[in-house]
C-alpha cells in the first residue's frame, strides 16, 4: 500500500472507531439508548463491536506505512 493512501485510511478509521467508541461510553453511563427501537444491551454491543474494528482496521493501515 502507499503511504499516503495508508495513512489517510489509517487516520480515517481511527478518529471513526474512537470517536464511536466514545459516543457509545457516553451513552451507556448516561443510561441513554445508543439506538432507538433496538436493545440497550444489543445496540451497545455492536456499536462497541464496530468501534473496535475499525480501531483495527486503523492500527492495520498504520503498519502498512
Not at 6 to 27: D, E, K, Y
Amino acid at each position: 500500500m502507499e503511504r499516503g493512501p495508508a495513512i489517510f485510511s489509517g487516520v480515517v478509521f481511527a478518529l471513526f472507531g474512537g470517536g464511536l467508541l466514545v459516543w457509545t461510553a457516553a451513552r451507556v453511563r448516561h443510561r441513554e439508548p445508543v439506538a432507538h427501537g433496538v436493545s440497550p444491551v444489543a445496540s451497545a454491543t455492536v456499536a462497541s463491536l464496530v468501534a473496535l474494528i475499525a480501531l483495527t482496521l486503523g492500527a492495520w493501515c498504520f503498519t502498512r506505512v
